[in-house]
């Protein structure tokens, strides 16, 4: 069974339908609700998108535990996790994958609420998520895989984001320390680290225009043109589903002996 956050579209959504066709019951999290300080930027996953998860793990057969619940607000985290597993008796997988995207400002300049949102969500997020999942895999004994969707922005320095880069340069510390003391018990900690991913978070006008300011307008396609050159293969960004296998990958038991890394989906975006 796996645990997802940021579970109603996106990245989360195609993690719990891979995960799903093998066989695998979810445990679906995510805040369906705007952020205020997101919001300016692209709009919140709503209850009728974790409510499509829903459907589509439903759809290839398996059982699925979804709620709404605050990647930052622990005890609610907590409460999702435990009554997931007590409706589906354990938890094999976690995948820590609720982020948000704010941007747009040199390092200086960035607003103390974006600041701390941004980390609440995207590395305290993850340490919650680990947090309340850790007890669940060391008492069943039966080792696990912890995923945490990190970004190639947590391997380069990229102007005006930093609040972004530091949470995903924070969660490899956090992998890494959380696969010494847990590999004893055989549990797993890896991050996922891709390029720009095919989702709202990037597909969105606000974000084209950072790449495009002197468009008024500015379009996919016209984005696409610039994005591509950033990747050594010719593509602007990768699939959701690409993200996914690597997931499915780290949490299979061909990765059995693959802890402590970051994989990379970045179509050579890092060479570069």
Do not use: C
Request: proline fraction near 4%; charged fraction near 20%.
């Amino acid at each position: 069974m796996a645990f997802i956050t940021g579970a109603a579209r996106g990245q989360g959504r195609s993690h719990a339908v891979r995960l799903a066709e093998e066989g695998a019951d979810i445990i679906a999290v995510d805040i369906a609700a705007d952020i205020a300080s997101v919001r300016r930027f692209y709009p919140g996953a709503t209850e009728a998108d974790l409510a499509e998860t829903v459907r589509e793990v439903e759809a290839l057969g398996r059982r699925i535990v979804a709620t709404k619940a605050d990647v930052r607000d622990y005890d609610a985290l907590k409460h999702a996790l435990d009554d997931g597993v007590a409706q589906l008796g354990h938890v094999d997988i976690v995948v820590a994958n609720a982020a948000i995207w704010i941007f747009g400002k040199l390092a200086h300049e960035v607003d103390e609420e974006d600041w701390q949102d941004l980390i609440d969500v995207n590395l305290t997020g993850v340490w919650h998520t680990a947090k309340a999942a850790i007890p669940h895999l060391t008492g069943q004994g039966t080792g696990g895989s912890i995923i945490i969707i990190s970004s190639t922005a947590g391997l380069k320095g990229t102007p005006y984001a930093v609040q972004y880069v530091t949470s995903k340069h924070a969660v490899i510390g956090l992998m890494r320390t959380l696969a010494v003391e847990l590999a004893p018990q055989s549990i797993r900690v890896n991050t996922v680290n891709p390029t720009g991913v095919d989702t709202i978070m990037i597909q969105n006008e606000a974000t084209w225009k950072l790449f495009l300011p002197d468009v008024e307008h500015p379009t996919r396609e016209q984005v696409a043109e610039v994005f591509t050159p950033t990747n050594a293969l010719p593509v602007p960004w990768v699939e959701p589903r690409d993200v996914s296998n690597a997931v499915l990958f780290l949490a299979s038991d061909e990765a059995r002996y693959i802890t402590g890394t970051t994989l990379l989906v970045d179509a050579g975006y890092t060479i570069r």
